[in-house]
């Protein structure tokens, strides 16, 4: 085979090679944002392991893209545009006391989940025994804890 053959050959192979083969071009999105933007996000709040998920996540979904950028595999989106909104709420009791709650403040569920508040701050004039509560979807995943339809709603994400 002459030089301009072996050329051409070498070209084509490297304009041919999977992009998962080519070396790996992701970026860990804590890399991506700044502090601020890591912050607006809630990204901030994630353990090493979430953190750890959601990058190896974005990096496998990468893969999911054809050579032309498009994605053959992309969840069904919702026709209203109402991302999470789909998920219906859940309603069961706390377990133990509630006197209030702030930013971190961990509420454990009857059926074992665990929730975090993320924003909201409310000090309750007495203590409430077990009270029944519903976790309820909002918009683009958020999840807001709700005690009684006169207080105000704790922001929360799942930790379990």
Do not use: C
């Amino acid at each position: 085979m002459n030089v301009l053959a072996s050329l051409l050959l070498a070209s084509i192979l490297a304009f041919a090679m999977p992009p998962a083969l080519a070396g790996s071009t992701h970026v860990d999105i804590e890399h991506r944002l700044s502090t601020e933007q890591l912050h607006a996000t809630g990204l901030d709040t994630l353990s090493p392991a979430q953190m750890e998920l959601l990058n190896r996540l974005l990096r496998d979904n990468a893969t999911d893209a054809g050579p032309d950028g498009i994605y053959r595999h992309a969840p069904p989106q919702d026709p209203h545009g109402h991302v999470g909104l789909e998920d219906g709420p859940i309603h069961g009791r706390l377990r133990g006391a509630l006197d209030g709650w702030q930013p971190g403040t961990v509420f454990e569920l009857d059926n074992g989940q665990l929730w975090k508040v993320l924003k909201g701050k409310v000090k309750l004039p007495e203590s409430l025994q077990a009270p029944p509560i519903v976790v309820v979807p909002g918009v683009a995943g958020r999840w807001f804890l709700q005690i009684d339809e006169d207080l105000p709603k704790a922001r929360v994400y799942r930790i379990d």
